[in-house]
């Protein structure tokens, strides 16, 4: 094929090689260059693209080697690399953080001292695995977007002799959405960007919608009041978004809205439905529950996460808002 032959018009959405991911981009213009300098330059065709969402100083000129046309394979093979990136990035952080742990002198088990709610540490990786491993490090801060199944903020806390040890429920979130806290996680702390709120569709439909999709399913027809159930996740959501799901960068648009928006289940979508998911492991104590009722809860809340899913590219923002020079100056004094 001709190196100089354009294969992608301008405007179209694609696919691009950016380091280990694949990420939705557009097309924004065609030039034919000499790909290296010298008499003997060979003349190729570039593509200056915009990476959705991110901000226009990631503009960058690429070669057709690294661009994918958007269609629904290669969309799938997006969600394997990007599923197979984090996955390495946590695995990654992990061996990092048992390295240090060997190092250290054991100490006395006292008190939980750590900053995080997420119990995640300080250090900081490169660009690339910052967003799975580190969070806003603050007690009302969402944890970290690597979609841990598992509570470690509880591992120091004293527990007196006799009493029962505390069960915390245990939610496996899949690879591609992983891969979308990741993204909301970077734009929002590191681009500075926003979600507009208020969302379409919002927490509120999308639990409707859920209810009704899936009252035919043989397996949610095992979910005894399967609409209580979701009505408790919504009120569970209201009630924790302000507390712990929003970034810090997040909260002057919550202070902005309250005035004329009051219900937050009214107000946001999936992408703050998803960050409850990751924090629920944290504090959802199952300890006193009967054993049919934890089979129950779990079951929903795998249907949530399976309609996040299937619907990901419906119900995701592609592109987030950048922030106000004003908002980042108000956001900064709080």
């Known amino acids: 094929m001709d190196d100089t032959q354009q294969i992608y018009e301008e405007n179209e959405k694609v696919l691009v090689h950016f380091q280990s991911r694949l990420y939705e981009a557009k097309i924004l213009k065609f030039e034919v260059k000499a790909d290296s300098k010298g008499k003997d330059a060979k003349k190729k065709g570039y593509y200056f693209i915009h990476y959705l969402g991110w901000k226009e100083k990631w503009n960058e000129w690429v070669d057709s080697s690294k661009i994918l046309k958007l269609t629904e394979k290669n969309k799938e093979l997006q969600k394997k690399v990007n599923a197979k990136a984090v996955s390495a990035s946590a695995a990654n952080k992990k061996n990092v953080k048992g390295k240090k742990k060997q190092k250290q002198q054991p100490v006395e088990d006292s008190s939980d001292n750590s900053d995080s709610a997420s119990g995640t540490d300080n250090s900081s990786d490169d660009e690339n695995n910052s967003a799975v491993s580190n969070a806003d490090n603050d007690e009302e801060s969402v944890s970290s977007p690597s979609g841990s199944s598992t509570s470690s903020s509880t591992k120091n806390n004293k527990r007196k002799r006799y ?15 992983k891969s979308k806290l990741t993204d909301d996680w970077n734009l929002i702390n590191n681009e500075k960007c926003l979600i507009p709120i208020p969302r379409k569709p919002t927490v509120s439909d999308i639990l409707k919608e859920i209810e009704i999709q899936h009252e ?15 009505n408790g996740i919504k009120a569970y959501f209201n009630k924790a978004l302000g507390a712990i799901l929003l970034y810090r960068f997040e909260r002057l648009q919550l202070f902005e809205n309250q005035k004329v928006h009051k219900i ?10 998803l960050r409850l998911f990751v ?35 419906t119900l995701f923002l592609e592109e987030y808002t950048p922030a106000t020079p004003q908002y980042i100056k108000n956001a900064g004094q709080l």
């Open 163 to 177: 009493s029962t040890p505390k069960i915390y429920l245990t939610i496996d979130i899949p690879l591609s959405l």
């Open 216 to 230: 035919s399913l043989e397996q949610v027809k095992q979910i005894e009041n399967f609409g209580e159930l979701l």
């Open 264 to 273: 937050p289940s009214d107000v946001f979508g999936a992408e703050h439905l």
């Open 279 to 313: 924090k629920l492991p944290e504090i959802f104590d199952i300890s006193h529950l009967e054993p049919k009722s934890k089979i129950l809860i779990k079951l929903t809340f795998e249907e949530i996460l399976k309609y996040l899913e299937n619907n990901i590219e």
